[in-house]
């Protein structure tokens, strides 16, 4: 699941791993950027299927691991393509094959 949060001037990604130790689970989170134009909503379920782990020097001359992703899909495959890309003004284009609309 990735988790968006918007700044002033950009918008950051991140995700959850998790793991057990002594019995309890343990949950991190880790940077995660995309190519330039995507744009993913909050809680989206994706698959990565071209991706690398990559980092960044920090100011303090540490570094900070990311996952860039250059290529995913998402969870549901009835979603069209450049469906979260083709914003505008807030909304997006609704394919009208999608028949299973409850409204």
């Known amino acids: 699941m990735i988790f ?4 002033s001037d950009r918008t950051s990604y991140q995700t959850t791993l998790s793991h ?5 689970w343990e949950n991190g989170f880790i ?3 995309f190519k330039k134009g995507v744009d993913i909503p909050n809680k989206t379920k994706i698959t990565i299927t ?3 782990i990559d980092f960044y020097p920090k100011k303090d001359g540490s570094t ?18 450049g469906f979260y890309e083709d ?3 807030g909304f997006a284009a609704l394919d009208e094959s999608l028949d299973d609309s409850p409204f």
């Open 31 to 33: 940077g995660i950027q």
């Open 4 to 7: 968006r949060k918007e700044f």
């Open 64 to 81: 900070e691991k990311y996952i860039f992703c250059n290529e995913f899909e998402t969870e549901r495959q009835d979603i069209p393509d």
């Open 50 to 52: 071209h991706g690398w």
């Open 20 to 24: 057990k130790k002594n019995g309890e």
């Open 87 to 89: 914003k505008q003004s």
